[in-house]
């Protein structure tokens, strides 16, 4: 059972515009959530986090909102970039000091100049 | 700093070889793990060690063996290889306080013939 979902396996964004990639979770436990960025034949790279006292983090361009009642967090790319073009994963764990994280399927976001 | 290394980039193997995945670090991370990626199931735990001596199971330990006998290296054994172990392995590492923002090394491609 997949306890961290991203429904969209793809996104195609202009540049300049934002790009919008969702997760949903169904386990109720989980209290940290981040977001991680991968390029082709590298692996995946920290991007954001949040934690579930807040509904909001910003780190510049990007920003997660997060949903508690609705077990849904997004990930905010304002204005995206061709660089930003990547696989995005998104992933969810118990407590800070949790040793697993669940990852999501990843959403390949495309950026179109 | 090299970071989180991986060796090889790419293996391929006949059903019922054994073989061992190198993984390094120069942080001194005292957590390290690895997972596997497959295509529309995002990145898995396979197994996870918080200190030299001492390695646990993540989501998906069957087939493969890992043993932690230094802090920097955490080697993954595949002792019978299976084609349904044919996937992209990543090996990661963080510190204890810092166990959400896991440190990624390039992967190794395997397949499993």
């Known amino acids: 059972d997949q306890q961290v979902k991203q429904n969209s396996p793809s996104l195609s964004v202009q540049e300049g515009r934002i790009s919008i990639l969702n997760c949903d979770y169904t386990n109720s436990m989980f209290d940290y959530f981040l977001w991680y960025k991968k390029y082709p034949a590298e692996g995946p790279t920290f991007l954001i986090s949040i934690s579930s006292i807040k509904d909001k983090n910003e780190d510049g361009r990007f920003t997660v909102f997060l949903n508690k009642s609705a077990k849904h967090l997004s990930l905010h790319i304002v204005p995206s970039q061709p660089g930003d073009s990547a696989v995005y994963f998104c992933a969810a764990s118990a407590f800070q000091g949790a040793q697993k994280l669940v990852f999501g399927q990843g959403t390949r976001l495309t950026i179109n100049p | 700093n090299a970071g989180v290394t991986q060796t090889p980039k790419f293996q391929v193997l006949k059903t019922g070889q054994s073989m061992t995945l190198q993984c390094a670090q120069d942080m001194n991370h005292e957590y390290m793990s690895w997972y596997r990626q497959d295509p529309g199931m995002g990145l898995r735990l396979i197994h996870y060690?918080?200190?030299?001596?001492?390695?646990d199971q993540g989501e998906v330990p069957n087939g493969y063996n890992v043993s932690r006998s230094t802090t920097e290296d955490f080697p993954l054994r595949l002792l019978s290889a299976a084609p349904s172990q044919t996937s992209v392995y990543f090996c990661a590492s963080s510190r204890l306080t810092q166990l959400l923002e896991q440190f990624f090394g390039p992967g190794t491609r395997l397949t499993v013939l």
């Open positions: 060690s918080v200190g030299a001596g001492i390695t």
